[in-house]
């Protein structure tokens, strides 16, 4: 407990004001948070689909290659090694959120020749490179939500503190020390008056 002196009392309710202050702040930043986050999950949740869908259809078009050409094990060995993949990222009240980017080809650019396939085989191709454009979408939600998760519990911890443990204490520092030279005071004027009585009587 601190002693009991009005400089002490300033800076602890100056110290008290802070914490308040730093409350309010985090608990913005942490509704801030979990808004962006429930909103990321939804788009999570409605891209998971989407995938899943993509995925189905994707191989399907792959069955009804394999059985119009025969397997495509060769032509799968055509596909390239894709290492477009770029991250760069955002902060939102401090946390790096990753933006991921993949290059898109063009359209016209095949990587198979045209003469040992057919159009089935064309559209299980468009069909996977959609899913893997879909795939790295949701890789970059779901790591902003994870992201954010950690960061929301962190706040968290941190606005509990200051509301469970340190602006309690400032409060009852102040009400101690508020208290304790109340009654020095009462103290000090009684002492005067019997000073004062004192006087009087000779």
């Known amino acids: ?37 429930m909103a990321l999950i939804d788009r999570a949740a409605e891209i998971q689909g989407t995938i899943d869908t993509a995925f189905a259809d994707a191989y399907t078009a792959l069955q009804k290659a394999n059985i119009s050409l025969g397997f495509c094990d060769e032509l799968s060995k055509t596909v390239p090694i894709d290492n477009s993949v770029k991250m760069d990222s955002r902060s939102i009240m401090g946390v790096e959120i990753p933006i991921l980017s993949i290059d898109k080809p063009d359209e016209h650019e ?50 509990n503190a200051l509301k469970n443990i340190m602006i309690p204490k400032f409060e009852g520092d102040v009400k101690f020390i508020t208290d304790a030279l109340d009654e020095k005071d009462r103290e000090e004027f009684s002492r005067l008056k019997v000073i004062k009585k004192q006087k009087t009587s000779k």
């Open 1 to 37: 407990m601190a002693i009991p002196t009005k400089g002490n009392l300033i800076a602890i309710k100056k110290s008290l004001a802070l914490a308040k202050v730093g409350y309010e702040l985090l608990d913005k930043k942490r509704n801030i948070l979990i808004r962006e986050m």
């Open 110 to 159: 095949l990587h198979y020749g045209l003469s040992h396939t057919n159009a089935r085989f064309d559209e299980a191709v468009a069909l996977f490179m959609r899913a893997k454009y879909l795939t790295v979408e949701l890789a970059e939600i779901e790591n902003s939500v994870y992201r954010l998760a950690v960061a929301i519990k962190q706040t968290q911890k941190r606005a």
